[in-house]
Nanobody
Framework: QVQLVESGGGLVQAGDSLRLSCAAS????????MAWFRQAPGKERQFVAA????????DYADSVKGRFTISRDNAKNTVYLQMNSLKPEDTAAYYC?????????????????WGQGTQVTVSS
């Protein structure tokens, strides 16, 4: 079993930056593909970014390319999402996900482990 805990969300203004963290426990996730998804009120959960077990492969949603960067520190069992140039449309609850048997282009239904989410609100 893997437990994931997100942190780092908050209320910021458009153009600001935030860094989200996802700390894993219960099992080492150094072999897992890790990802970030987000969900705005009344909308479906959508893919944001993913990173392979060794960081050698990443994938991003078109809406965040060039602004967000996913990274991981396997020694700390932690994945990060650096979010720059934030926009009001980035406002959502952000969820960390992990799975041992998926690639970085996996979808929301492919991940077995999820955190509880952290809220990001971007004001205009």
């Amino acid at each position: 079993q893997v437990q994931l805990v997100e942190s780092g969300g908050g209320l910021v203004q458009a153009g600001d930056s935030l860094r989200l963290s996802c700390a894993a426990s219960g099992s080492t996730v150094s072999s897992y593909t890790m990802a970030w998804f987000r969900q705005a009120p009344g909308k479906e959960r959508q893919f944001v970014a993913a990173i392979s077990w060794n960081g050698g492969s990443t994938d991003y949603a078109d809406s965040v390319k060039g602004r967000f960067t996913i990274s991981r520190d396997n020694a700390k069992n932690t994945v990060y999402l650096q979010m720059n140039s934030l926009k009001p449309e980035d406002t959502a609850a952000y969820y960390c996900a992990a799975d041992l048997f998926v690639t970085v282009d996996a979808g929301v239904t492919d991940y077995d482990y999820w955190g509880q989410g952290t809220q990001v609100t971007v004001s205009s």
